[in-house]
């Protein structure tokens, strides 16, 4: 369909209006995600049990493992899936503010981490749980020494002054925010979704489940960290930062913790395959420790059976 000159066509419109959304970078995630053999939910529905509506997120990824994977570690099942947001802004930097980590992933993953094995009511450092996660777990979170503890979204004004826009597109001040809050709330919805039915097979089975979620942000977009330094504030361009988040979990009413990597979309393919890398050093780890895990589970149920007991 052609128009006279200096109109654009509706197919022109339509084209620069799809540029401006998220979705083609959704369909881009998506396609990176698939060569990297994982398999790709788009769309994938949750319950919000705060604004009681089926919702979605943008993507959500299942990596597909060798064969022998799972063999070797049997009876214990990992899974490693990933719950992905995808946002664009023309108009906002996205600047995060960064605070020293504490070295210990454990801290930081409440939230996105459940196995089928029961935790005793009595803390015990030789627990299960306390030994997956401390001698198991190759999270690729270890490797930042700061983490982000808030953020802004900041009108680039300058440059919208310059192009002669008037700032009322792109991203809003709450997109970090809702994307976030997105990525909680479906993790809380899987996990214990797929607590319940794992905990079912156990009992059938004599299997042990272990899941760990990994929510992520992809960003097309200018991106900084920020941080003071001698009193003054100073901005760093970043292409992969970490955010810590908390949530107050509706299904178990527990405060729990999330580490969600902020991934800017120059960068997703390499954060893709380092993500891997951690997947497969975790499942090795836990080859190796296999009999002492299940040794550990087994104390683990004798002592949450006896807790019960003597109620």
Not at 6 to 16: A, H, I, S
Not at 79 to 96: G, L, P, R
Not at 163 to 169: E, F, I, L, R, V
Not at 262 to 283: G, P
Request: with cysteine; proline share 4%; net charge negative.
């Amino acid at each position: 369909m052609k128009q006279s000159e200096g109109k654009e066509t509706l197919e022109e419109y339509l084209v620069e209006r799809v540029k401006k959304s998220g979705y083609p970078l959704e369909i881009e995630i998506s396609d990176v995600l698939e060569r990297e053999n994982f398999v790709v939910f788009n769309t994938q529905y949750y319950f919000d049990e705060e604004r009681k509506q089926g919702r979605d997120i943008d993507i959500y990824a299942l990596p597909l493992k060798p064969d022998t994977a799972d063999d070797r570690i049997r009876p214990l099942i990992l899974s490693t899936d990933v719950a992905i947001e995808c946002k664009k802004s023309e108009t906002h930097a996205w600047v995060f503010y960064t605070r020293p980590r504490i070295p210990m992933s454990s801290i930081y993953i409440s939230g996105q981490f459940r196995t089928t094995v029961p935790q005793p009511e009595e803390f015990t450092t030789d627990s299960f749980e306390w030994f997956l996660q401390q001698e198991c777990l190759v999270l690729h979170y270890d490797k930042f020494e700061r983490i982000a503890v808030a953020y802004e979204e900041i009108k680039k004004k300058k440059i919208e002054k310059e192009a002669g826009k008037s700032g009322k597109d792109g991203s809003s001040r709450r997109e970090i925010f809702e994307a976030v809050n997105q990525l909680v709330k479906f993790i809380c919805y899987e996990l214990h979704r797929w607590h319940d039915r794992t905990t079912m097979l156990t009992g059938t089975q004599n299997l042990e489940y272990m899941m760990i979620f990994f929510p992520i942000i992809v960003f097309d977009g200018d991106m900084f960290e920020a941080f003071l330094a001698s009193g003054e504030p100073v901005l760093k361009s970043k292409t992969h930062l970490l955010l810590d988040t908390h949530y107050r979990c509706p299904y178990c009413e527990e405060v729990e913790s999330f580490n969600i990597d902020i991934v800017h979309r120059s960068y997703f393919n390499e954060f893709l395959r380092t993500m891997k890398e951690h997947f497969y050093k975790t499942m090795e780890a836990i080859r190796r420790n296999r009999d002492e895990l299940l040794k550990k589970a087994n104390e683990d149920r004798m002592r949450s059976h006896k807790e019960a007991t003597n109620k």
